[in-house]
């Protein structure tokens, strides 16, 4: 499954952000398994919305950046991984999200 990568900022609109992404995360589950894709996208939300809340508490993606982050969306037997970047009080970038088996994202 190809990791879904940009940039795409929002200021406490999680659902904005996971329609940008939902295509490229979603769809190759999607002709398989419909319900499974809508489940997966739901999960990739609630991330989203924990986010809003509470970014600070995702773990640091690089000891040398405490504003470099990860989010695990658990789904099914693995899930996802968003890479994000605490920007300022009101804003993080989600820089990548990555489902846990691919051959990169550890």
Do not use: W
Request: aromatic share 10%; charged share 20%; net charge negative.
């Amino acid at each position: 499954m190809p990791a879904a990568t940009g940039a795409p900022s929002f200021p406490g609109n999680a659902p904005a952000c996971a329609n940008a992404f939902a295509p490229a995360l979603v769809g190759f589950l999607a002709p398989l398994d419909y319900a499974a894709a809508l489940r997966a996208r739901a999960a990739i939300e609630r991330g989203y919305a924990f986010l809003e809340e509470m970014p600070f508490a995702c773990r640091k993606a690089d000891d040398a950046n405490p504003f470099l982050r990860e989010l695990v969306v658990p789904f099914g037997g693995a899930g996802y991984v968003a890479l994000f970047e605490i920007t300022d009080s009101a804003t993080l970038t989600i820089l990548a999200v990555r489902h846990q088996r691919e051959d990169d994202c550890h």
